[in-house]
């Protein structure tokens, strides 16, 4: 069942107001504290990191190249909530304010291809960079999920479940 180009927008859109909630239950010291399980990795800089992939997304200009590689680090988002919160709240308005033919304008991706910095250019479209973001997203949502879990917090068993996981257990996947 395919239907349209705008079904990419609300499941970013849910991806994102899954970050707000996941956020919401973490206090200030937890969204900033090292994991012990991912070393070097705390709750924000992973937030930071499926933000800077949507912004990346949402925000390139057709006429540029998306970049998902040159990140900034360090910012704000990775230690402070309410930073996040705003960068969300933001990326959430100017997700919603895309129109049919912002999700389809012909778009390059530049990707790194391998650790020595080789790149390749890639024809794409917004919409399937969107639909990049959000998959990259439940990705990170599942490391999330465990970080969440060294802070004996319980989320939605959906958080960090990719769709199609979700879709196979529930029994409504087709053969």
Do not use: W
């Not at 395919?2 to 990419?8: E, I, K, R, Y």
């Not at 399980?37 to 998306?66: E, N, V, Y």
């Not at 970080?147 to 917090?153: F, Q, T, V």
Request: hydrophobic share 40%; with cysteine.
């Amino acid at each position: 069942m395919v239907m349209s180009v705008f079904n990419v927008v609300h499941a970013g859109d849910a991806i994102l107001e899954q970050l707000v909630g996941y956020i919401g239950c973490l206090s200030d010291e937890q969204y900033a504290q090292t994991s012990r399980i991912f070393k070097a990795g705390t709750a924000g800089k992973h937030i930071r990191h499926t933000l800077d992939h949507f912004r990346a997304s949402i925000m390139t200009q057709p006429s540029d190249k998306i970049d998902y590689d040159h990140r900034q680090r360090g910012v704000d988002v990775e230690s402070n909530r309410d930073s996040a919160l705003q960068e969300i709240a933001a990326l959430r308005s100017a997700l919603t304010e895309l129109t049919e033919d912002d999700l389809t304008v012909a778009m390059t991706a530049q990707v790194m291809c391998s650790g020595d910095g080789q790149c390749a250019d890639l024809g794409t479209t917004r919409a399937r960079e969107i639909f990049f973001a959000l998959h990259h997203a439940i990705h990170h949502n599942a490391i999330l999920k465990a970080i969440a879990g060294e802070h004996d917090l319980e989320l939605d068993p959906c958080f960090g479940t990719a769709p199609s996981t979700i879709n196979y257990e529930s029994g409504l996947a087709s053969s």
